[in-house]
């Protein structure tokens, strides 16, 4: 590089400091990058080159200092000018009723009080302290007026600025907010210390704790650690809006990351309307929440309001219930799935876990098993998020019984006795029986007819249990066999409910061939993939004929799904059963084969949110036909956001990257009158597995 003088160097260097933290601030803030990667590091580079060539103009605030600095000896202490205090918990909807009481009451209002509502994060509370627009101090909450200098591990932060942006931001001004771990963050860390054979992290708070309380920040600055802002503590010099969501508006537009699910709601109808909505959305988050916190908006009634002991009278905590719990284990069970996978079950004291009483809970695989040293009649922690199958986190050392058993995977099948083999990859454990083992058969046919699949309503896992028990049904093509007669001699099916089953098997014979596709359980095609099968080729017959390299050229489709195919298709049993489902009448619509003309959407990307008037799935099968992709996440790389009511986050993201949004009746443009019509279970066709074509039928 030429070398510069100092004056040249040092506006340089400034403008490079600011070009780079507005980067930041887009990538990292507004999740809304400016410029590629590539662009980034070059500025990155030039501004560290200009700073060896100049040490006298590195400055804290320099985005090359967030590498991290030499190891502390340790932490030094700090005393919070003002306290960060606890928060008052709500466990119930008639708490929160006695909370919002007790506001009205002491602002003697008889108005509903509008409130702020934001995710409660499950993190480690921070303290931010900026002069004249510079990070310099960073604190843990410590007992709430005494905490840990953490600055350098801070800086690390991508999330956090060094320097604040635009202007007018207060001279002294100290932010509240929450360091977290992302929850694909977390699992990241965790496969590669897996890898390394070290022990991972127990949950995403105890890693991003430990990540924030390494002695070398250079440590810190390899861990996925970012931040949200919630409030203001020491303020000098400026003021702030006059409520808590313009004054948490105020700090996005310095530079601070705020979250993108605060709200404003009225009364105390609303806090309860936010919460069970949030609770429903829990476990599509990428971090964990342990609960909401509702804040009086007005910060006049606040000050009215005051406080109480270490807690503030105009804010709650309404606490979500516990995830993780401790219980006994008191056996392990091997459970065979349909396609064979042997999976440890552990049998569980039962134990309250996110309000749902759990007696099971997922091992994994043996592998799992050992790394985490489970042994029988352990003490254990249990987590249950959502609708996500209960695991068991890890077991509490200090509490193993003397009398614990080691567990040892069997060498032949719990249930046919046929010997069980291993995967390639040598982590899971088959049984060999295939459709010979009544498992397999059992949890084949309630796939078969889940919802999502061939969607037999009725046919629940008790009765798939006394079929397969009484020989009645071995394979899905049987269950188009059953009649009256059989089903009324069967427990809990009295006239009605045999009556409804029988409508209800004939209903789903109506299907799509992307559905028929993932009824049939071949290993590792999902409706993603097979709905990609069902377009590339159209019909059965061509899935049936293609090999593995043909296989392939599908968007979805690699060499392992593709072997697992032709596999599939291959077995004369499995031939014999796809004769026998398309002879009991199994059809679908014809599929347009994907030229281009028919697929005006391909490579377009669309996402889904709100409440619609028509149900998801047919929306994405719609959008799919035409060669779309539909995806849960909003980014710079989605095309059109559908937008229904009630549409939250996604939404407002769309708006903020200046995405395409659509409303039902633009979608239905878009879509177009001829091409809506061939989507759907209406029209019906009647392949023919071994024929010349599918062909439609009135």
């Known amino acids: 590089m030429t070398a510069r003088g100092d004056g040249e160097a040092r506006l340089r260097a400034a403008w490079l400091r600011d070009e780079i933290s507005r980067h930041n601030y887009h990538y990292y803030v507004l999740d809304d990058p400016l410029i590629p990667d590539s662009e980034y590091d070059r500025l990155l580079r030039e501004l560290q080159a200009l700073e060896a060539e100049h040490p006298k103009l590195i400055t804290p605030d320099s985005p090359t200092q967030r590498v991290g600095a030499s190891p502390l000896d340790g932490f030094d202490e700090i005393q919070h000018r003002v306290p960060m205090l606890s928060l008052e918990n709500a466990f119930s909807d008639e708490e929160m009723e006695g909370f919002d009481q007790r506001v009205r009451e002491r602002l003697e209002s ?119 802002c ?9 003021d702030l809006a006059p409520s808590y969501h313009e004054s948490v508006r105020q700090l996005s537009r310095w530079g601070l990351r705020v979250s993108p699910e605060l709200r404003i709601v009225n009364g105390v109808a609303g806090c309860l309307d936010y919460y069970r909505r949030l609770a429903e959305r829990r476990e599509h988050l990428d971090y964990d929440i342990d609960g909401v916190v509702f804040k009086v908006d007005s910060l006049a009634q606040q000050r009215v309001l005051g406080f109480v002991s270490r807690a503030p009278r105009w804010a709650v905590a309404r606490k979500f219930p516990a995830q993780e719990e401790i219980t006994r284990l008191l056996e392990i069970d091997v459970q065979v799935g349909r396609t064979g996978a042997l999976t440890p079950v552990a049998r569980l004291k039962p134990v309250t876990v996110a309000g749902v009483t759990v007696t099971n809970a997922t091992l994994h695989n043996a592998e799992e098993i050992q790394r985490k040293d489970i042994r029988i009649g352990d003490w254990v922690i249990v987590r ?72 037999i309503e009725g046919l629940g896992d008790k009765l ?55 009824a049939l359980g071949i290993r590792e095609v999902g409706e993603a ?66 030229a281009v003309d028919r697929q005006p959407l391909k490579g377009k990307s669309f996402v889904l949110t709100g409440t619609l008037s028509q149900p998801r799935s047919q929306i994405k099968e719609a959008l799919q036909s035409l060669g779309a992709k539909v995806t849960g996440s909003v980014s710079k790389k989605t095309d059109y ?8 986050s996604k939404l407002e993201k769309a708006e903020r990257l200046g995405l395409e949004i659509l409303d039902e009746p633009g979608l239905e443009r878009l879509l177009g009158g001829d091409e809506r019509k061939n989507v759907g279970h209406k029209n019906r066709a009647r392949p023919t597995w071994l024929g010349d074509d599918e062909s439609t039928q009135a």
């Open 110 to 228: 008889e108005q509903e009080i509008v409130y702020a509502a934001e995710p409660k994060m499950d993190g480690l509370a921070i303290s931010l302290r900026y002069e004249k627009g510079v990070l310099v101090q960073a604190a843990t909450r410590g007992d709430g007026t005494r905490g840990e200098a953490v600055t350098q591990n801070v800086r690390t932060i991508p999330s956090v600025p060094l320097r604040l942006l635009a202007d007018g931001w207060p001279e002294i001004l100290e932010v509240r907010g929450e360091i977290y771990m992302p929850l694909s963050g977390f699992e990241r860390i965790n496969q590669q210390a897996r890898k390394r054979g070290e022990k991972g992290f127990a949950n995403p708070r105890n890693a991003a704790a430990g990540s924030l309380r390494q002695l070398d920040p250079r440590i810190t600055a390899q861990r996925p650690l970012a931040m949200f």
């Open 230 to 238: 919630y409030g203001v503590g020491e303020l000098s010099g400026g």
């Open 384 to 455: 249950r998020a959502g609708d996500v199958i209960p695991q068991v986190v890890r077991v509490i050392p200090d509490r193993r019984p003397p009398d614990t058993r080691i567990f040892q995977m069997p060498d032949s099948c719990p249930v046919c006795g046929s010997e069980v083999i291993q995967d390639a990859d040598g982590v899971v454990l088959r049984c060999s029986g295939g459709l010979y083992c009544p498992a397999q058969r059992r949890e084949a046919i309630k796939h078969f007819a889940s919802r999502r699949a061939m969607d």
């Open 464 to 518: 798939v249990e006394q079929l397969v028990k009484r020989q009645l049904v071995s394979s899905p093509a049987d269950l188009y066999q059953l009649d009256q007669e059989t089903l009324a001699g069967l427990e809990r099916m009295g006239e009605k409910s045999t009556h409804n089953l029988i409508q209800a098997l004939q209903r789903s014979k109506s299907t799509t061939l992307a559905r028929f596709l993932f």
């Open 529 to 594: 993939t097979a709905q990609a099968l069902a377009t590339h080729f159209g019909t059965l017959k061509a899935i049936h004929q293609a090999g593995i390299e043909a296989l392939q050229e599908v968007s979805d489709v690699g060499p392992v799904v593709a072997e697992h195919l032709v596999t599939f298709f291959r077995q004369p049993h499995n031939q014999e059963v796809l004769e026998k489902l398309l002879e009991a009448g199994v059809h679908w619509p014809a599929v347009a084969m994907p």
């Open 641 to 648: 956001v559908v937008a229904g009511v009630d549409a939250g």
